[in-house]
């Protein structure tokens, strides 16, 4: 009986390991991600810490690596630090660690992705429109760039729209 108990307990275990492994297939998970996905799957919470021990150790799952790399891949993809910071934190990363993405990110690389978005709205709209300069800030940051990102993006923006 005691065998038989041990037995259902490391298959369950092996399962949730094995179940894990192939969420992880598509694309990265995030620790928070992994022990929702599992315990949904019906597998008990000893069984779903174990699994993601396990992934862990074999460095399959990395919520730091995760950050970074998704901060910077959203970064390339002209997103800024709010919406970069709202989509790892809808993951379930942790704060800490979010912050440490968003603080790995290129100051330089976040300046160019703003001004890329700028230059996109600026040749929308009309540069002798008086609310040119709001559209542009607007547009910029409704991509996740702070308020001050924008205006600098756009200032730089429009000032290359009017060739100077």
């Given at each position: 009986?005691?065998?038989?108990?041990?037995?259902?307990?490391?298959?369950?275990?092996?399962?949730?390991?094995?179940?894990?492994?192939?969420?992880?297939?598509?694309?990265?998970?995030?620790?928070?991600?992994?022990?929702?996905?599992?315990?949904?799957?019906?597998?008990?919470?000893?069984?779903?810490?174990?699994?993601?021990d396990s992934l862990t150790k074999q460095g399959l799952?990395?919520?730091?690596?995760?950050?970074?790399?998704?901060?910077?891949?959203?970064?390339?993809?002209?997103?800024?630090?709010?919406?970069?910071?709202?989509?790892?934190?809808?993951?379930?990363?942790?704060?800490?660690?979010?912050?440490?993405?968003?603080?790995?990110?290129?100051?330089?690389?976040?300046?160019?992705?703003?001004?890329?978005?700028?230059?996109?709205?600026?040749?929308?709209?009309?540069?002798?429109?008086?609310?040119?300069?709001?559209?542009?800030?607007?547009?910029?940051?409704?991509?996740?760039?702070t308020f001050e990102q924008a205006q600098e993006a756009?200032?730089?923006?429009?000032?290359k729209h009017a060739g100077l």
């Amino acid at each position: 009986m005691e065998w038989e108990k041990s037995k259902r307990k490391s298959r369950t275990q092996t399962s949730a390991l094995s179940c894990g492994m192939e969420y992880l297939v598509r694309r990265a998970r995030s620790s928070n991600e992994m022990r929702l996905y599992l315990l949904e799957k019906g597998f008990a919470e000893s069984a779903v810490a174990d699994a993601i021990d396990s992934l862990t150790k074999q460095g399959l799952l990395d919520d730091q690596k995760l950050a970074r790399d998704f901060a910077d891949f959203r970064l390339r993809n002209c997103k800024g630090e709010i919406a970069i910071r709202r989509d790892l934190a809808e993951r379930g990363v942790e704060d800490d660690i979010i912050d440490g993405a968003i603080d790995s990110l290129d100051k330089e690389d976040v300046r160019q992705a703003a001004f890329k978005l700028a230059m996109k709205a600026a040749g929308r709209y009309d540069s002798e429109d008086p609310s040119f300069f709001q559209k542009v800030v607007r547009y910029v940051a409704s991509h996740g760039f702070t308020f001050e990102q924008a205006q600098e993006a756009a200032q730089s923006a429009k000032r290359k729209h009017a060739g100077l």
